[in-house]
């Protein structure tokens, strides 16, 4: 780190290391099916973006800001929480940096993050620790003790260190794209790849077809409405399902509950009587 960048930086080493011990320690306790890690996430950087906004209406946007979905891993994922630290000091220190590009460095950056320390650190560390602790264990040896103690110890000296990486990885790598102009593709390209993984995912999940078939005068088989869609555009139904809910979700952006039980509703009511 320059002079320049350590005369511009308002969080201590101690401010770092206390957002990674609330983080250590609450990363999966308030997870939930909504936001995932986001609460925690928020509560992780509380006092550091107190300290970074002292105006309140500022605050409330940054609390706002990094409580959003968010599920990583929380050893090796703690790397993208310390860039999200450094991005909002950059921010509170007068830099240009949007919310669209937080939310995009978070989104692009907590899957792979995950699938590295959730194959590094649960399937292999935790793995190889807790077997010869077990086998002292069951020998009577008091060594099962502290072999068993390593695992957390490790991975929290680990991810400390990963997490300060990461700050400080993320001042550098933030001034670099605004002063090199690839910011606005770095939005785009995130962009399309959350649309790639959401059009997936909606065509995974999303199913829909209409039972409802006719038959002609003299005609050997029935006509099967869901066929001749098929015919025309295979998927055509969940597409359109998809379509209204986004256009609901665009008007009314935070009436999800209402949305879920109409969706039911209607479930229920076509398939009784044999429309769907």
């Known amino acids: 780190?320059?002079?320049e960048e350590?005369?511009?930086?308002?969080?201590?080493k101690k401010d770092i290391n206390n957002a990674w011990?609330?983080?250590w320690l609450y990363a999966e306790v308030q997870s939930n099916n909504v936001v995932f890690q986001g609460l925690s996430h928020m509560l992780s950087l509380m006092d550091s973006l107190r300290k970074l906004y002292p105006d309140d209406d500022d605050y409330r946007e940054a609390l706002k800001r990094n409580s959003q979905f968010y599920n990583t891993e929380g050893t090796i994922g703690a790397v993208v929480n310390g860039m999200t630290l450094s991005m909002e000091e950059e921010r509170a220190t007068g830099e240009n940096v949007p919310d669209e590009v937080m939310y995009s460095m978070r989104t692009a950056l907590m899957g792979p993050m995950a699938g590295i320390g959730d194959s590094l650190v649960w399937g292999t560390c935790k793995t190889i620790s807790l077997s010869i602790a077990t086998t002292f264990a069951l020998s009577g040896n008091l060594l099962a003790v502290p072999v068993a103690l390593m695992f957390p110890l490790v991975t929290y000296f680990i991810g400390r260190w990963l997490y300060g990486l990461g700050y400080d990885l993320g001042r550098t790598a933030v001034m670099n794209m605004l002063k090199s102009g690839i910011m606005d593709k770095i939005i785009m390209a995130c962009g399309m790849l959350g649309l790639m993984v959401m059009g997936a995912l909606s065509a995974e999940n999303v199913a829909l077809e209409i039972a409802t078939e006719f038959t002609l005068e003299n005609a050997a088989d029935p006509i099967s409405i869901q066929g001749?869609?098929?015919?025309?555009?295979p998927g055509l139904?969940?597409?359109a399902v998809i379509g209204l809910v986004y256009l609901y979700l665009k008007k009314h952006n935070n009436k999800y509950g209402l949305l879920i039980l109409a969706i039911i509703a209607l479930s229920i009511v076509a398939s009784f009587f044999g429309i769907v």
Not at 6 to 12: A, D, E, G, N
Not at 228 to 233: E, L, N, P, R, T
């Open 237 to 239: 139904l969940p597409l």
């Open 228 to 233: 001749m869609i098929d015919a025309v555009a």
């Open 1 to 3: 780190m320059t002079e």
């Open 6 to 12: 350590k005369s511009q930086q308002i969080l201590t």
């Open 21 to 23: 011990r609330t983080w």
